[in-house]
Nanobody, 122 residues
Framework: QVQLVESGGGLVQAGGSLRLSCAAS??????MGWFRQAPGKEREFVAV????????SYADSVKGRFTISKDNAKNTWYLQMNSLKPDDTAVYYC?????????????????WGQGTQVTVSS
């Protein structure tokens, strides 16, 4: 049974940093990543990393501020979030085996964590 468990969310002031972790068990996957959902908004893709090549991709809104990384030995991936803005406030979900459409946009995933709240105050 696949299980993804996030940790590391919390409250931070604008300009601050947080690191999210996703500890996974029960499966193997080609891609791992993060989505987020702000109140009243649709869930959106944040970042993805390849299990094999470690290549990464980011949403334009977080490029240059967020970094996704992984530790294969621990079956864990991370999201380092710097220069946080109030607009980054959302529930962050880790995901495994992300799906992309014909245009290369990442829109869904096969496996999901339970979510962790990130709140950025102004």
């Amino acid at each position: 049974q696949v299980q993804l468990v996030e940790s590391g969310g919390g409250l931070v002031q604008a300009g601050g940093s947080l690191r999210l972790s996703c500890a996974a068990s029960g499966g193997t996957w080609l891609t791992m990543g993060w989505f987020r959902q702000a109140p009243g908004k649709e869930r959106e893709f944040v970042a993805v990393i390849s299990w094999i090549s470690s290549s990464t991709s980011y949403a334009d809104s977080v490029k240059g501020r967020f970094t996704i990384s992984k530790d294969n030995a621990k079956n864990t991936w991370y999201l380092q979030m710097n220069s946080l803005k109030p607009d980054d406030t959302a529930v962050y979900y880790c995901a495994a085996d992300l799906k992309t459409d014909i245009l290369g946009r990442t829109y869904d995933s096969d496996y999901w964590g339970q979510g962790t709240q990130v709140t950025v105050s102004s």
